[in-house]
C-alpha cells in the first residue's frame, strides 16, 4: 500500500547554496549527507548513470522529505531556465502557504527568480510560478477555493484517532 509520496530530488549547480535557499525559504533541515564517487557500480546502477560522482544532502520538511544533490560526474547539460512548465518531465514542486503574496517577496530576496508577479482579486486564494536561484520551477500556492483543499485536510495527515 502506498503511503505517500516521500521526496523530490532536485540536482543543482551550487549544493551549498541551494542548501541554504531551502532552509531559508521553506525551513527544510538537514536529515543526512551522501556522497560517493566514480567509479561506484552500485551507485551507478541506482541512479542509471555510468561512472557518477555526486554529493548530496537529504533535508526534512513538513510531511516530505527533499534531496539536493550536485553531480560532479557526469556533467550536467542544459539549463533548467531553458524549459518550460509545459515540457515533458516533472516541472515544478508546489508548497502550500498562508499568504503567496508575503513568501513570494521572500523568495525574491532570498535570490528566487520573479517570473511573473502574483496578484489577487478580492480575498481569493493565489497562486504563482518562480523559480529557484538555479531555475527550477516552484509553485507557492494558497491552498483551498478552486485550488487543492489544504493539507491539513488530507486523511493521511489528518487521521482520525483510533476508534473513532
Known amino acids: 500500500m502506498i503511503q505517500g509520496l516521500s521526496h523530490v530530488a532536485i540536482s543543482v549547480p551550487d549544493l551549498e547554496r541551494a542548501r541554504e535557499f531551502y532552509t531559508q525559504m521553506f525551513g527544510f533541515k538537514l536529515w543526512t549527507k551522501e556522497s560517493w564517487e566514480a567509479p561506484n557500480d552500485?551507485?551507478?546502477?541506482?541512479?542509471?548513470?555510468?561512472?557518477?560522482?555526486?554529493?548530496?544532502?537529504?533535508?526534512?520538511?513538513?510531511?516530505?522529505?527533499?534531496?539536493?544533490?550536485?553531480?560532479?560526474?557526469?556533467?550536467?547539460?542544459?539549463?533548467?531556465?531553458?524549459?518550460?512548465?509545459?515540457?515533458y518531465g516533472i516541472r515544478h514542486l508546489s508548497f502550500e502557504v498562508d499568504d503567496v503574496l508575503k513568501e513570494f517577496e521572500r523568495l525574491e530576496k532570498l535570490g528566487g527568480i520573479v517570473m511573473n508577479r502574483p496578484g489577487?482579486?478580492?480575498?481569493?486564494?493565489?497562486?504563482?510560478?518562480?523559480?529557484?536561484?538555479?531555475?527550477?520551477?516552484?509553485?507557492?500556492?494558497?491552498?483551498?477555493?478552486?485550488?487543492?483543499?489544504?493539507?491539513?485536510?488530507?486523511?493521511?495527515?489528518?487521521?482520525?484517532?483510533?476508534?473513532?
Open 42 to 87: 552500485v551507485y551507478d546502477h541506482g541512479v542509471g548513470l555510468k561512472n557518477s560522482a555526486a554529493r548530496g544532502y537529504i533535508m526534512v520538511g513538513v510531511n516530505c522529505y527533499l534531496e539536493l544533490w550536485e553531480y560532479a560526474s557526469p556533467r550536467p547539460q542544459g539549463s533548467p531556465l531553458e524549459r518550460g512548465a509545459n515540457d
Open 120 to 164: 489577487r482579486k478580492g480575498n481569493e486564494k493565489t497562486a504563482i510560478y518562480c523559480r529557484d536561484p538555479f531555475g527550477n520551477i516552484i509553485e507557492l500556492m494558497e491552498a483551498g477555493g478552486s485550488f487543492f483543499p489544504p493539507l491539513e485536510d488530507l486523511d493521511a495527515i489528518n487521521k482520525p484517532e483510533p476508534g473513532t
